[in-house]
């Protein structure tokens, strides 16, 4: 997510057209995290899917609260409310991680 921000904060009109539409990175995840899910599904886990997972839900975290809280405009994205609230989206999601990985390793001990 750092990378694509700053990426887009250099080059704020930078957007992904393909026949005439306007991709936004939500779109592109969220087909990304059907493709991990499918690998997960038939077992297929292993450093790439497990990297996949992480940037496809990075993409999704990024857009969240630009769509729902903004106009949805270029200048928008790089607004303090899409900045933090994707901040906000990705702690929340990494504690919940901890929290599970905690969780997980104090039950294999047991």
Known sequence: MPALR???LLFPSSNLYIFGYNIHHLFIGAFL????????????INKLTIMLAGVSSAL???????????DGSDISYLS???LFGAMILTAIILILAIVLYNQQKHKSKE
């Open 33 to 44: 995290i059907v493709i991990v899910l499918l690998l997960f599904i038939f077992d297929i």
């Open 6 to 8: 700053i990426y887009l």
């Open 60 to 70: 999704i975290l990024d857009e969240i609260v630009y769509l729902i809280a903004t």
């Open 80 to 82: 303090s409310v899409s």
